[in-house]
């Protein structure tokens, strides 16, 4: 809830927040198998990894910044908690909501909106479905 507040009033996800995330899901994810984790270390790597790719080739292609570096943080932190499997659901339920929004709020070019926020529903939807509170 916090990174949400924090991306809607100043369009950032601190370090602070996100890196801890990630590292706690690692963590949790060896407590709870008893060894490596290794789909939730995948997760946490592509999700950043596809995410700072696309927000790098953005970057370049209209010299504006189109998706930061704490949104591949915080996806990476999704792939730590739900493993690499869910990055794509989790992807594609954040980009709906913000599409949904945006489309009844009256879309208008340039517009930037914290998609962040989206992110973190997503995840923990998928958090919620995935740990059998469905």
């Known amino acids: 809830m916090l990174l949400c507040l924090i991306d ?5 996800l601190p370090d602070v927040i996100t890196l801890p995330l990630i590292a706690a899901g690692l963590i949790q994810g060896a407590l709870e198998l008893g060894g490596w984790p290794t789909a939730r270390i995948v997760g946490a790597c592509l999700g950043f990894g596809v995410f700072w790719v696309i927000g790098e080739a953005f970057w370049r292609w209209r010299g504006i910044e189109g998706l930061g570096q704490g949104d ?3 996806l990476a932190g999704a792939g730590a908690w739900l493993g690499w499997t869910a990055l794509p659901t989790v992807v594609l339920v954040a980009s709906l909501g913000a599409l949904l929004m945006e489309l009844g709020q009256g879309a208008v070019a340039g517009r930037r909106i914290a ?13 919620l479905w995935q740990s059998g509170l469905r």
């Open 72 to 74: 591949a943080k915080l």
């Open 8 to 12: 809607i009033r100043q369009r950032r």
């Open 115 to 127: 998609f962040g926020p989206w992110l973190a529903g997503a995840f923990w939807l998928y958090w």
